[in-house]
């Protein structure tokens, strides 16, 4: 079982398509690639940490969530209310909403949130930062520890959050710059 963090995806938007100068020509093309892109990695007994903006509207959403692989966990971003109105009817029990901005994941050095953090627990110690927001100013910078897990900048994959601790936390890697 792994843990991913991904977000934006946006299923059924047609404007994210031009927001984010994606390459499908139109949304069926884009959701399709998504699903197929997510399920390349995330298997059956996954969890995937959604870093925000899931879905567009409630019934792309849950036609989306059927074709995923995984246990998909969606903070709040700006566009959630399709998440949240699904997890409110009980519509498929793999798909959960956490309504909290930031969160800690126990036993891990992984903060998630939506928004950009310019401090977080246990930073010092090695913690990584996953952000989702959208905007290309938040950049991932491996010497702050921060990863943007948007995931256009992924090829709309969700990524491995553990494999992607260990990378942050390599001294090899970190003192790179220094030798």
């Not at 995937?48 to 899931?54: E, H, M, Q, S, T």
Request: charged share 25%; with cysteine.
């Amino acid at each position: 079982m792994k843990l991913f963090v991904t977000s934006n995806q946006q299923f059924g938007r047609p404007g994210a398509i031009n927001s984010y100068s994606r390459p499908f020509k139109d949304v069926d093309e884009m959701n399709k690639y998504m699903i197929q892109q997510w399920n390349s990695v995330v298997g059956k007994d996954d969890s995937v940490f959604v870093l925000g903006n899931f879905a567009w509207q409630p019934e792309v959403a849950e036609e989306s969530v059927s074709q995923l692989n995984g246990f998909i966990y969606v903070m709040n971003g700006e566009w959630d209310q399709s998440t949240q109105e699904l997890v409110k009817n009980n519509a498929n029990p793999k798909l959960h909403y956490l309504a909290e901005g930031i969160r800690n994941l126990p036993g891990s050095k992984m903060v998630l949130s939506y928004w950009p953090l310019l401090d977080w627990l246990k930073k010092k110690s090695g913690a990584v930062s996953f952000i989702g927001h959208p905007n290309k100013a938040y950049k991932t910078d491996h010497k702050k520890r921060i990863v943007n897990v948007t995931c256009d900048r992924w090829d709309f994959k969700p990524i491995d959050a553990s494999e992607m601790v260990k990378l942050y936390n390599d001294p090899d890697l970190l003192n790179k710059d220094e030798k």
